[in-house]
């Protein structure tokens, strides 16, 4: 059987009890290390779990999926994902081929940032498509995710935005050479987020007059959802881009223009000297 397992959001005793009984009698367990960050070392889980855990770098992961799937029809393998397995496509694509291959499978799912968002007091009913925000370089600065949060302000939405992750990237030089060597792991800030929103903003205003979102808009940033050092952030865009939550991984939230009562009063804890209410139009 090959299982993929949700680890949820970071402690090692996040797993699910169903998980953990399927962790200790697999043959061999990997660690999905490429869509997210676990939010502790691999030898913490090895502990809890009592048995040897595989790494599965971005290269197994997109190149070795045969690999993790070999033998899995005859003797138990688990593919361990960080948050939910569900939540990267990249974990489809292990499901589509185990049962290319005729394996049986199961998924055991945990909390996500897709639920776990909520934390901040946005009711999650009333958010709209997520959008990724990639990181820029000198030629390379896409903007089409600033379309879906538009969509969604249209519809009085809210926007998870997920920030970008490097982890395992090899450079431009060694892949010209043959001889992959890589980049050391970014995470991408809401700071870096909401400068680059502001850049984006500003072309906005200049080409059509933009009307949905400008420096003084309210936006939610998160960092470590989940964890016990978790932080939470309510400001201006503008005020976000200067603003500094620690370590990996985080996140930022575009809200509705228009919040319920409940929904201003708990984001009002996050907000320093901010009267939400005047932001709620």
């Given at each position: 059987m090959f299982y993929l397992i949700g680890l949820g959001l970071g402690d090692p005793k996040d797993i699910t009890v169903k998980g953990l009984e399927i962790v200790k009698q697999c043959a061999r367990v990997y660690l999905e290390m490429y869509t997210s960050i676990l939010g502790c070392p691999k030898e913490e889980l090895e502990a809890f779990y009592g048995r040897p855990v595989l790494l599965a770098d971005r290269d197994l992961v997109e190149q070795g999926a045969d690999e993790i799937l070999a033998g899995s029809g005859e003797e138990d393998v688990?593919?361990?994902?960080v948050g939910d397995p569900f939540g990267a496509t990249t974990h489809t694509d292990f499901i589509l081929r185990a049962k290319e291959k005729k394996i049986p499978y199961k998924v055991i799912h945990n909390a996500s940032i897709m639920n776990a968002i909520g934390c901040c007091g946005l009711q999650l009913y009333k958010f709209g498509e997520t959008v990724s925000i990639p990181y820029w370089d000198e030629?390379?600065?896409p903007d089409s995710f600033y379309d879906k949060i538009k969509l969604n302000r249209l519809h009085n939405m809210h926007t998870l935005c997920l920030l970008d992750i490097k982890v395992k990237e090899p450079t431009l030089e060694s892949l010209m050479r043959g001889r992959k060597e890589y980049m050391p792991p970014r995470f991408m800030t809401v700071a870096e987020a909401a400068q680059q929103l502001l850049a984006i903003?500003?072309?906005?205003?200049?080409?059509?007059?933009?009307?949905?979102?400008?420096?003084q808009s309210l936006c939610v940033g998160l960092a470590r959802v989940g964890h016990d050092n978790q932080r939470i952030v309510v400001?201006?865009?503008?005020?976000?881009?200067?603003?500094?939550?620690?370590?990996?991984?985080?996140?930022i939230v575009i809200p509705a223009k228009e919040m319920h009562p409940l929904e201003v009063?708990?984001?009002q804890q996050f907000a320093a000297t901010l009267k939400l209410e005047d932001y709620n139009h």
């Open positions: 688990a593919l361990l994902v030629t390379w600065k903003v500003e072309k906005k205003d200049a080409l059509e007059r933009n009307t949905i979102l400008n420096e400001s201006t865009l503008r005020d976000m881009a200067s603003t500094d939550l620690g370590g990996p991984l985080h996140s009063e708990f984001l």
